[in-house]
């Protein structure tokens, strides 16, 4: 192709991807931050829908404290107005739960928050109202941001989050979201019970149209990029070294507009829903494997990691979902290249002829020479986090890798010692 067409070509490319983002109200610092948005409200879409079902105010509070753990990895404090909007009332039932606070006289940041309609923060300083220290020594924080719960327009008191020098914008994103979530249901279950289903269907309308407008102009950049590729597999169909690289990365643009589209699977309002099983098909687990360590191979060599794969002898068929094999194989080997930044080396292994509880199946173990999982990451280290680098390595790639592997009926175990590495085995049961 003509160097000077193409980069024409990229501009326009370019050009049309930033209208698209625009269009879709996405505009951020970092080209990927779309992705991460469309992620962030498609998880307070999923918890809000769980929220929906809460019958009355404390069982949402403890049940919206279960998700900010998951999202924050601490749970913060709510503070709602009482019936005579008088006086702040600490939910939830530990200390904090007695503290009162008068919305007009209090010197407490939480009271002016509330009594200016004004999101604010609290920071260790010599003048801190007592309640307010009261709090950060609660929340284990020296810093906390104050946000206002609203219902429409009304005021229903505040949410209290920790804060510390690491949060990034999307953390921001995501607290101001959770909190809307909150004091929405919060509002419709202090309306009454009548309300309750009218506000969970138009919620529901409301999102699931958001969401789909979101994946719809995704999937165009997605489009234009597979297009291309087309383009470039006829311009060189003379160059068959070409063609694998080719193939394989069309292959996983096809895989990104599919995991875009599900974000639109939203379950029935009626009763949760198991998830529909994974489509099966016979698949060679040693191609698969190939496949990740040449996409992965040149990321993880500017890293200095080597990455290399033990086969198991000729085809090693089993009936599963490739697209989910590849997915968790993916997400294991890009956590193991994060927690190597000096290096290393990561290999990943194929067996056939492997049972387990009575089932026949294969296995794939993902082995990385890094730094090893400490305990504390251990305990938890398939819970949903919205962020964690380095030796942790853990966080919603493990989170998904684990809910994949348990679609396919298999299972995933997790071998680790410091100072000598992480190994992944996942067993997939032949599902014919």
């Keep these: 192709i003509d160097e000077a067409r193409f980069n024409t070509l990229m501009q326009q490319a370019e050009a049309r991807a930033i209208a698209l983002i625009d269009a879709a109200g996405l505009t951020f610092d970092r080209a990927d931050a779309w992705f991460e948005t469309l992620w962030i409200q498609a998880q307070l879409a999923a918890f809000s829908m769980v929220m929906g079902r809460e019958s009355n105010i404390a069982g949402l509070d403890r049940l919206g404290r279960q998700i900010a753990r998951s999202l924050f ?5 709510v503070f709602l107005i009482d019936s005579a909007g008088a006086v702040l009332e600490g939910a939830g039932d530990d200390d904090l739960s007695a503290l009162k606070l008068a919305v007009t006289t209090s010197p407490s940041r939480v009271a002016a928050a509330v009594r ?13 109202a007592v309640a307010d ?18 219902d429409d327009e009304q005021i229903l008191g505040a949410i209290v989050f920790r804060t510390g020098d690491d949060d990034s914008a999307q953390t921001g994103t995501l607290m101001a979201g959770f909190a809307a979530e909150l004091g929405h249901w919060m509002g419709v279950l202090r309306r009454g019970a009548a309300s309750l289903r009218e506000g969970l269907e138009t919620y529901r309308a409301q999102h699931e149209k958001r969401l789909r407008e979101i994946v719809h102009e995704a999937n165009n950049p997605l489009s234009i990029v597979h297009n291309y590729l087309h383009i470039l597999e006829l311009r060189l169909k003379d160059h068959p070294e070409t063609h694998e690289p080719l193939r394989l990365v069309a292959a996983e643009v096809r895989r990104a507009a599919a995991i875009v589209r599900r974000v ?8 949760p829903k198991p998830a529909g099983e994974p489509r099966r098909e016979q698949v060679d687990l040693n191609k698969i494997v190939s496949n990740v360590v040449e996409l992965i191979g040149a990321n993880a060599a500017k890293s200095g990691v080597e990455v290399s794969a033990t086969l198991d002898d000729g085809p090693l068929l089993v009936t599963s979902n490739a697209d989910h094999i590849t997915q968790v194989l993916t997400n294991l080997a890009r956590n193991a290249v994060e927690a190597m930044p000096d290096g290393g080396s990561l290999e990943i292994q194929t067996y056939r002829g492997l049972y387990r509880a009575g089932r026949a199946g294969v296995e794939v173990v993902v082995r990385d020479d890094g730094p090893g999982l400490p305990d504390a990451v251990l305990a938890r280290i398939y819970d949903p986090k919205t962020t964690a680098k380095g030796a942790g390595h853990a966080g919603l790639g493990l989170h998904i890798s684990a809910r994949l592997v348990t679609e396919l009926g298999g299972a995933i175990d997790v071998r680790t010692a410091p100072g000598k590495g992480t190994a992944f085995a996942i067993f997939l049961p032949d599902l014919s």
């Design 264 to 271: 639109t699977e939203f379950p029935a309002l009626e009763a």
């Design 116 to 128: 200016d309609g004004v999101d604010g923060s609290i920071e260790e300083a010599k003048d801190l």
């Design 73 to 77: 990895a601490h749970e913060p404090r």
């Design 133 to 150: 220290r009261q709090i950060l020594r609660r929340l284990a924080a020296e810093s906390a941001a104050v946000t206002v719960l609203r």
